[in-house]
C-alpha cells in the first residue's frame, strides 16, 4: 500500500463525513438523536481511517529500522 494511498483514503473519509455533516445541519437545526448518532459514526469512521494509516505507517517502519 502506497502512503499516497493512506493520505488518500483518510481525505476521502473526512469528505464523506463532511458531507453527512453539511446534509444534517442543512435539514434540521433543532438538535435530533439520529441526526446526533449520524454525525458521531461520520466521526468515528475518520479516527478509524487515520487508526488504521497510523497502523499500517507503524508497520512499515517497524519493518524497515528493526528487521
Not at 434540521?28 to 454525525?39: Q, V
Not at 479516527?47 to 507503524?58: E, G, T
Amino acid at each position: 500500500v502506497c502512503s499516497s494511498d493512506l493520505v488518500l483514503g483518510v481525505l476521502i473519509v473526512e469528505l464523506l463525513n463532511s458531507g453527512i455533516e453539511t446534509a444534517i445541519d442543512r435539514f434540521g437545526g433543532e438538535w435530533h438523536p439520529l441526526s446526533k448518532r449520524a454525525k458521531d459514526l461520520g466521526s468515528a469512521a475518520v479516527l478509524l481511517a487515520l487508526l488504521l494509516a497510523c497502523a499500517i505507517w507503524a508497520t512499515a517502519l517497524v519493518h524497515r529500522f528493526f528487521t
